[in-house]
C-alpha cells in the first residue's frame, strides 16, 4: 500500500510535507555536520582525486583496447579478402565464393580470447 501522494519510487511524505523522521525547525544532527567535515578534508580529497585518475587510466587503456580490436579485425578482414581473390573470388561481380570462408571477426574474437587466456 503506498502512501499518501507518494508514486513508484518516491520516498514517503508525512502530512506535514516534511521528510518522514523529521520535525518542522529541529536540528538534522551531527551526522550531517560530519559529513560536511569531511568534504573538507584534504585526505579524502586527495584520495578522490586518485581515484578520478585512476578512473581516466582505465578508460585510456580500455580505449587503447578497442583500437587495438578494431585493428586486429581489419586485418583479418583484408587477409580474408586477400584469400577470396587469391581463390578466384571476384568482389565486383559479387558472386558467393566457391571455397569455405571464415568470419573475419571470428577470427579476430579468437586472437582475443588466445591472448587473454
Do not use: W
Request: hydrophobic share 45%.
Amino acid at each position: 500500500m503506498r502512501e499518501r501522494g507518494m508514486a513508484m519510487g518516491q520516498a514517503p511524505q508525512s502530512d506535514s510535507g516534511t521528510e518522514p523522521g523529521t520535525e518542522p525547525g529541529t536540528d538534522p544532527g551531527p551526522a550531517l555536520d560530519a559529513g560536511a567535515a569531511a568534504v573538507d578534508s584534504p585526505l579524502i580529497a586527495a584520495a578522490g582525486a586518485a581515484a578520478v585518475r585512476a578512473l581516466h587510466a582505465e578508460n585510456i587503456a580500455a580505449a587503447a583496447r578497442l583500437r587495438a580490436c578494431y585493428e586486429l579485425y581489419s586485418v583479418c578482414e583484408d587477409e580474408q579478402l586477400r584469400r577470396d581473390l587469391a581463390a578466384g573470388y571476384d568482389p565486383q561481380l559479387d558472386l558467393k565464393p566457391q571455397h569455405a570462408v571464415i568470419d573475419p571477426f571470428h577470427i579476430a574474437c579468437a586472437e582475443i580470447v588466445a591472448a587473454y587466456g
